[in-house]
């Protein structure tokens, strides 16, 4: 990662004070580099929205900012609007914006993180008649570690002209609402893991309307995503309807239709890293009995058998055992 423009403005509401900063951060100062490039990462592997900066006047001049000047003077600004927005918002902590301006291979980006101030306590002594006492000194202005996940924060990616943010609500005037949205004007759509919580609701009530036992509609669907999602990072509703419900039509459509309701589009989006969560699939049967089934074995009916029955119960079979094993408690 090549940091480019780096500025830190303080957002300290609990004094009512806004101090920002006339100069950029200096990168060769120990660890500062290491400290802001692992907020990055930890924020891009984290559960961000996306969306399009398109025609927000705001985020097409921040993917302007090629000089230092305009760097200081713009972030400076934003820092301005977000010390307003959260002086009155008691349940909004105090704390620092942080801009990053920098590149990785040949895309650049801007990253705007607000870093929450944490409390802690450091060691500290004096000196008394009866000898040295130590004790313990609680600061407030402490920033948080970058081993944190970011609560509010945003990355502009300006060679695509996409954004990416991740939000927390919080009590303002009795409602719970977001910070950075209605800031930056951001209009982002769900989270690829909230996408995900959508498909499984939406294939759960479809599935129980048309009487499809619910195991087999998600194990499809499941199945799907593990198939693609290490070489792709969306697939298309049409295509995850069409495998989720293959033998129903009506089912299919119900499915796009539900999906649509939510904003998600034509594509449904995959978290970085899924696949592995779908590496072994865990059956839980009424009886109290799990079983828990590599994914690559699901289709192969020589290995296991999920039969449903006449008189509605399933069973699952489960063949071609060389050898069982079991793990001693102590």
Do not use: C
């Amino acid at each position: 990662m090549i940091i480019k423009h780096a500025i830190l403005h303080v957002l300290n509401k609990d004094n009512g004070e806004l101090i920002k900063s006339d100069q950029e951060l200096e990168m060769g100062v120990g660890g500062i580099h290491e400290y802001l490039e692992n907020f990055v990462n930890k924020f891009t592997s984290s559960d961000f929205k996306e969306g399009d900066i398109e025609e927000n006047e705001l985020l097409q001049q921040l993917m302007h900012l090629n000089t230092s000047e305009s760097f200081i003077e713009a972030t400076g600004h934003l820092a301005e609007d977000m010390f307003n927005a959260i002086a009155t918002a008691e349940e909004v902590p105090s704390g620092d914006l942080l801009a990053i301006d920098y590149s990785e291979g040949a895309y650049d980006y801007l990253a705007i993180f607000k870093l929450n101030f944490t409390r802690m306590y450091s060691q500290s002594f004096k000196s008394t008649e009866s000898g040295v006492a130590n004790t313990l000194v609680r600061s407030y202005n402490i920033l948080q570690p970058n081993s944190q996940q970011i609560s509010d924060g945003l990355i502009i990616d300006k060679t695509h002209g996409t954004y990416w943010v991740t939000e927390k609500k919080y009590l303002i005037d009795g409602h719970r609402v977001n910070i950075l949205s209605p800031l930056m004007g951001l209009t982002p759509k769900a989270s690829a893991r909230t996408q995900l919580k959508y498909l499984r609701k939406a294939v759960k009530n479809i599935a129980d309307k048309y009487d499809i036992p619910e195991y087999e509609a998600f194990s499809d669907v499941q199945n799907y995503l593990y198939e693609n999602a290490q070489f792709v990072d969306s697939l298309e509703v049409d295509n995850v309807a069409k495998i989720t419900f293959s033998d129903n039509q009506a089912a299919q459509k119900d499915l796009v239709e539900s999906l649509n309701e939510r904003e998600i589009g034509k594509y449904i989006d995959i978290p970085m890293g899924y696949e592995q969560k779908l590496g072994k699939r865990v059956f839980k049967l009424d009886s109290g009995i799990e079983v828990s089934v590599p994914a690559e074995l699901l289709k192969d009916d020589q290995r296991i058998e999920f039969t449903n029955n006449e008189d509605g119960s399933s069973s699952i079979s489960i063949k071609d055992i060389d050898s069982i094993s079991t793990k001693f408690v102590n």
